[in-house]
C-alpha cells in the first residue's frame, strides 16, 4: 500500500493543475507517510527530479522545494550518502 501512497502523491504533486491548498495537503501526507518508511532514497529522487523538471513552473517548484526540504529534515538520516549528494 505504501508504494502506491507514495506514487499517488507524487504525480499529484507534480500535476501542474494541483492548487496550493491542495499541494499542502499532499506534502503534510507524504511526510505522515515518510514515517512508516524505511529507504526514502526514492522518494527525495523523485522530487530532485520534478524540480528540475519543465513539467511544473516556479510556484510549484517552490511547493516541491518545500516538500523536500521538509522531508529531508524528518528523515535525513536515512537518506544514502550517494543521494545525499
Not at 492548487?19 to 511526510?31: C, D, R
Not at 516556479?58 to 522531508?71: C, D, M, T
Request: positive net charge; without cysteine.
Amino acid at each position: 500500500m505504501q508504494p502506491q501512497l507514495q506514487t499517488t502523491f507524487l504525480k499529484a504533486l507534480g500535476d501542474p493543475q494541483t492548487t496550493k491548498p491542495l499541494q499542502k495537503v499532499i506534502i503534510e501526507n507524504l511526510l505522515l507517510l515518510a514515517k512508516s518508511l524505511l529507504r526514502v532514497d526514492p522518494i527525495v529522487k523523485e522530487l530532485g527530479q520534478l524540480i528540475d523538471s519543465v513539467k511544473i513552473d516556479g510556484e510549484q517548484k517552490e511547493s516541491v522545494s518545500e516538500a523536500l526540504a521538509l522531508f529531508i529534515r524528518a528523515k535525513g538520516k536515512t537518506i544514502t550518502a550517494p543521494m545525499q549528494e
